[in-house]
T-cell receptor, first 111, second 114 residues
Framework: AQTVTQSQPEMSVQEAETVTLSCTYDTSESDYYLFWYKQPPSRQMILVIRQEAYKQQNATENRFSVNFQKAAKSFSLKISDSQLGDAAMYFCASPTDKLIFGTGTRLQVFP | GEEVAQTPKHLVRGEGQKAKLYCAPIKGHSYVFWYQQVLKNEFKFLISFQNENVFDETGMPKERFSAKCLPNSPCSLEIQATKLEDSAVYFC????????????FGQGTRLTVV
């Protein structure tokens, strides 16, 4: 069965600094995608970044990038130059026929 | 429409009452997914549809939960005889192909059972 594990219930970062959120997963698929979603207090689920497993290159989206280690089944999210608006719950997710979510990491950003 | 529309935003029901939630997926999206997010923020998959057909219902508590996606109507999730533990935010998501492209989420319906 597909599993996704986020071992950091909470993280905090100072504004303008860099923070890394961890995610590990398990899958029997050879080709798959991995996602990071952001859920601010408004509850809206926002796709932050997507990684295709067959691609060697780590995905980047502006200040967001991933460190994808396929052999280790690790998919961490790096947020650079953190902003107050980055404060939210972050969910790692792996899709098969449905999205399997991790338990989330609450990110606090301090001025 | 260009976004997943969920109604109502908030729903309060007395224990034992029925609750019905609605979801209009993005036009042209073939797949619809329902998730339950409880207070601990964990997402529980309930059911998915491919057009009007049930695709995967492994997460549904079948004795009280039912769901439909009929042509030309919003999809619905119905809970008969609600219990306190049904209190949660229910999210609907839709995707054009399968969920490994991108799933777009609605804003959720917060169900409170009192």
């Amino acid at each position: 069965a597909q599993t996704v594990t986020q071992s950091q219930p909470e993280m905090s970062v100072q504004e303008a600094e860099t923070v890394t959120l961890s995610c590990t997963y398990d899958t029997s698929e050879s080709d798959y995608y991995l996602f990071w979603y952001k859920q601010p207090p408004s509850r809206q689920m926002i796709l932050v970044i997507r990684q295709e497993a067959y691609k060697q290159q780590n995905a980047t989206e502006n200040r967001f990038s991933v460190n994808f280690q396929k052999a280790a089944k690790s998919f961490s999210l790096k947020i650079s130059d953190s902003q107050l608006g980055d404060a939210a719950m972050y969910f790692c997710a792996s899709p098969t026929d449905k999205l399997i979510f991790g338990t989330g990491t609450r990110l606090q950003v301090f001025p | 429409g260009e976004e997943v529309a969920q109604t109502p935003k908030h729903l309060v029901r007395g224990e034992g009452q029925k609750a019905k939630l609605y979801c209009a997926p993005i036009k042209g999206h073939s797949y619809v997914f329902w998730y339950q997010q409880v207070l601990k923020n964990e997402f529980k998959f309930l059911i998915s549809f491919q057009n009007e057909n049930v695709f995967d219902e492994t997460g549904m508590p079948k004795e009280r939960f039912s769901a439909k996606c009929l042509p030309n109507s919003p999809c619905s999730l119905e809970i008969q005889a609600t219990k306190l533990e049904d209190s949660a935010v229910y999210f609907c998501a839709s995707s054009q192909f399968r969920v490994d492209t991108e799933a777009f989420f609605g804003q959720g319906t917060r169900l409170t059972v009192v």
